[in-house]
């Protein structure tokens, strides 16, 4: 079993960066799968950018691709968003998610694990 705390969210004008952690404890993610995920008022939570445990296979929304990186440090058990050229768009409730799997998963319902959430707001 994982527990998984996001930290990094905040407020950060259009064009800027952020770097969102995923914290995990309970477990190593050596090998789960992670991902991010995102929920706007209104919308439907959408997979951001996804990790996998065995080769370092990543996913990316095309809303995200080329501005967000994903990566992950085993050493800290840990996982990022590397969020660059943010637009207001990418304002959201930020989640982490780890499911024990050795593929990349792109559906919230495929990961078992979920943390709290940190709050994004993308606004001049």
């Known amino acids: 079993q994982v527990q998984l705390v996001e930290s990094g969210g905040g407020l950060v004008q259009p064009g800027g960066s952020l770097r969102l952690s995923c914290a995990a404890s309970g477990s190593t993610l050596d090998y789960y799968a992670v991902g991010w995920f995102r929920q706007a008022p209104g919308k439907e939570r959408e997979a951001v950018s996804c990790?996998?445990?065995?080769?370092?296979?990543?996913y990316y929304a095309d809303s995200v691709k080329g501005r967000f990186t994903i990566s992950r440090d085993n050493a800290k058990n840990a996982v990022y968003l590397h969020m660059n050229s943010l637009k207001p768009e990418d304002t959201a409730v930020y989640y982490c998610?780890?499911?024990?799997?050795?593929?990349?998963?792109?559906?919230?319902?495929?990961?078992?694990?979920w943390g709290q959430g940190t709050q994004v707001t993308v606004s001049s």
């Open positions: 998610a780890a499911a024990p799997a050795p593929i990349l998963l792109r559906l919230p319902g495929e990961y078992d694990y």
């Open positions: 990790i996998s445990s065995s080769d370092g296979s990543t």
